[in-house]
T-cell receptor, first 110, second 115 residues
Framework: KQEVTQIPAALSVPEGENLVLNCSFT??????LQWFRQDPGKGLTSLLLIQSSQREQTSGRLNASLDKSSGRSTLYIAASQPGDSATYLCAVFNDYKLSFGAGTTVTVRA | ETGVTQSPTHLIKTRGQQVTLRCSSQSGHNTVSWYQQALGQGPQFIFQYYREEENGRGNFPPRFSGLQFPNYSSELNVNALELDDSALYLC??????????????FGPGTRLTVT
């Protein structure tokens, strides 16, 4: 059974600081890995998708890396802003489904 | 291009009742998956439908059932509601990428409260 862990569970940083969010998974036989953003009480917004054959993906201030062999992914958010405050979820795809971590709740202080 | 939509937004039911949640997939997507997200946790996979057939199921009892229609919209039905069924129910439709991976596009969710 795939287990996905996200550390830390919560993070508070001043505006402008870079954010580093970690994700680990136990079964390396994944098809892809997605990072999502979730605002309180809302649905999931896809941020980045990394295929299993890729090492990283970038979109604007966001960069995600994937090391499939060690079962790790890291999401970097550069120059954080108060609007980045949300819960960030990591999920891996295999066996027709996404398996999610519990998320990292980020607060960016103005 | 229309995104994934879900209805209703919020719902309050009493223990023992039955509920139906609805999802319209993103245009051009033929696969719909349902997830349950309890407060403070990550979403858990309930099941997936592909071309009107159940294509995979998570660790949920048979009182959780679903349908997919020819237009690829979907319903999630839950019978004999329990207090622990209170959660955010998320629907996701899938885009088959050229490389074979499946990017999931999520709807806004339905908040179900069971009292």
């Amino acid at each position: 059974k795939q287990e996905v862990t996200q550390i830390p569970a919560a993070l508070s940083v001043p505006e402008g600081e870079n954010l580093v969010l970690n994700c680990s998974f136990t079964d390396s036989a994944i098809y892809n890995l997605q990072w999502f953003r979730q605002d309180p009480g809302k649905g999931l917004t896809s941020l980045l998708l990394i295929q299993s054959s890729q090492r990283e993906q970038t979109s604007g201030r966001l960069n995600a890396s994937l090391d499939k062999s060690s079962g790790r992914s890291t999401l970097y958010i550069a120059a954080s802003q108060p609007g980045d405050s949300a819960t960030y979820l990591c999920a891996v795809f295999n066996d027709y489904k996404l398996s999610f971590g519990a998320g990292t709740t980020v607060t960016v202080r103005a | 291009e229309t995104g994934v939509t879900q209805s209703p937004t919020h719902l309050i039911k009493t223990r023992g009742q039955q509920v139906t949640l609805r999802c319209s997939s993103q245009s051009g997507h033929n696969t719909v998956s349902w997830y349950q997200q309890a407060l403070g946790q990550g979403p858990q996979f309930i099941f997936q439908y592909y071309r009107e057939e159940e294509n995979g199921r998570g660790n949920f009892p048979p009182r959780f059932s679903g349908l997919q229609f020819p237009n690829y919209s979907s319903e999630l039905n839950v019978n004999a509601l329990e207090l622990d069924d209170s959660a955010l129910y998320l629907c996701a439709s899938s885009s088959v990428r050229t490389s074979g991976g499946y990017e999931q596009y999520f709807g806004p969710g339905t908040r179900l409260t069971v009292t």
